[in-house]
């Protein structure tokens, strides 16, 4: 398979058969350096929680490519009314589609859809574990550093994309602690830079995770690993 960061923090998963992506913030996502039309054929969207900057072009692409969403149960309700295809799921489960199985893990954040500058509640927000063609990839959402995570080290995981931004998210060193939790083959940092609320210095994260003997590649917005 072949994984592409497209900075924040989606993440494009190209499986042979199926395109999956996760927390799709494209058009306006100052550091995706494509467009919406130069994405392939999307089947899959997967969206952690309601937040503009995960929720991103969601709707755009479930209807221009007839993608189905998965996602909390509520979220999935609030793009049902678009005639969008969904797949609703809440945290701690699991299922199997045609692709692969996708289990929701807990995130600490909030989840909500801003209407008429008022929030409009979203569910949970989430992780991601996503099992297919024999690897495992963890997309940590967006989330505070918790103890749940060591739950994740009997996972296995191949791949693991973490938020170090700090702010509204976990900062490079509490990221450290979950790496150490989690235990994944590699590690890549997401969620920072993309404005100045949420600077830090991927490479100093780098250093301290091969302290560890973890890989950690730090990707550039656009760069793509193959599984
Ligand atoms: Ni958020
Ligand atoms: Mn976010």
């Known amino acids: 398979m072949k994984v592409r960061y497209l900075g924040h923090a989606a993440v494009l998963i190209q499986l042979q058969e199926k395109n999956l992506i996760i927390d799709p913030f494209i058009n306006d996502n100052p550091c995706c350096p494509v467009k919406l039309k130069d994405l392939p054929r999307i089947h899959y969207i997967l969206i952690t929680h309601g937040h503009a900057d995960h929720f991103g ?9 007839g993608a189905t969403v998965i996602a909390n149960f509520e979220l999935c309700s609030y793009v049902a009314r678009h005639g969008i295809t969904t797949h609703p799921m809440h945290i701690g ?14 995130a600490l954040h909030g989840s909500s859809l801003i209407e008429k500058e008022l929030p409009v509640y979203a569910g949970n927000p989430c992780g991601f574990l996503i099992e297919a063609e024999g690897k495992k990839i963890y997309h ?25 931004g700090g702010n509204f998210v976990m900062d490079l060193w509490d990221a450290v602690e979950a790496v150490k939790m989690i235990q994944p083959k590699i590690v890549v940092p997401i969620h920072y830079n993309t404005w100045e609320v949420i600077r830090a210095d991927p490479e100093r994260f780098k250093q301290e995770v091969e302290r560890l003997q973890i890989k950690c590649h730090v990707m550039e917005p656009g760069e793509t690993v193959e599984l």
Do not use: R
Not at 93 to 106: A, E, I, N, R, W
């Open 57 to 65: 072009d969601a709707v755009k692409i479930a209807k221009s490519d």
């Open 93 to 106: 489960g699991k299922y199997t589609f045609d692709f692969g199985t996708v289990k929701l893990t807990p």
């Open 140 to 164: 940590a959402g967006d989330t505070g550093l918790t103890k749940d995570m060591e739950l994740l080290k009997k996972e296995n995981v191949d791949i693991a994309f973490l938020p170090i």
